[in-house]
């Protein structure tokens, strides 16, 4: 099936620092990322769509300068979390469209990306 | 209320049992349906995908929309201990950007 790449899948940073999580689709093209945070044993919350050539859509509540997100191409998009402080840590989460061949909707997750800000 | 709901579990089952997970939804605009499983630690992981209402079946697992009442179903048979996870319902609409509605997630254990 198709693939969405997250790196880095873990990373410790100091508060007041900033981090780039990135997202790759490696076998389809996307136009439209989405981006979502999880805390441990609860679901995935939407933070923004990522739009390829265009500003990022955040969900209310959801500081668009504190989660900065560049879609610059089809296969990229990145989460910066910036000024990050420990209530920043979580588990950040990617996924992808296929909005080419027979799955038509389908939406396909990345690996994930823990952060830790000490 | 959310719009898709489902029974955080935890579900715990015998190996080789048939699972039934199940979340209903609220949205009558939602078309398509999708099943993640989710181990601890890692990304969502496409199990089944459908559009409107029906069956689908793919190995050991079946997939079931009932639109008239609403009711998103997914079945494992012969449950293995490797199928301890979480899983995840999702919904979306046509035309809505692609944006998924989850479920809260049902935690499944099997024990061998």
């Known amino acids: 099936g198709a693939v969405v790449s997250q790196h880095p899948s873990r990373v410790i940073c100091k508060s007041g620092t900033s981090v780039k999580i990135e997202c790759r689709s490696l076998d389809f093209q996307a136009t439209t990322m989405f981006w979502y945070r999880q805390f441990p044993k609860q679901s995935l919350m939407l933070m923004a769509t990522s739009n390829e050539g265009s500003k990022a859509t955040y969900e209310q509540g959801v500081e668009k300068d504190k989660f900065l997100i560049n879609h610059a191409s089809l296969t990229l998009s990145t989460l910066t979390v910036t000024s990050a402080h420990p209530e920043d840590s979580s588990f950040y989460i990617c996924s992808a469209r296929d909005s080419g061949g027979g799955t038509g909707n389908t939406i396909y997750f990345g690996e994930g990306s823990w952060l830790t800000v000490v | 209320q959310k719009e898709v709901e489902q029974d955080p579990g935890p579900l715990s089952v015998p190996e080789g049992a048939i699972v039934s997970l199940n979340c209903t939804y609220s949205n009558s605009a939602f078309q398509y349906f999708m099943w993640y499983r989710q181990y601890s630690r890692k990304g969502p992981e496409l199990l089944m995908y459908t559009y409107s209402s029906g069956n689908k079946e793919d190995g050991r697992f079946t997939a079931q929309v009932d639109k008239s009442s609403k009711y998103i179903s997914l079945f494992i048979r012969d449950s293995q201990p490797s199928d301890s996870a979480t899983y995840l319902c999702?919904?979306?609409?046509?035309?809505?950007?692609?944006?998924?509605?989850f479920g809260g997630g049902t935690r499944l254990m099997v024990k061998p």
């Open positions: 999702a919904s979306m609409k046509q035309n809505a950007g692609n944006m998924l509605t």
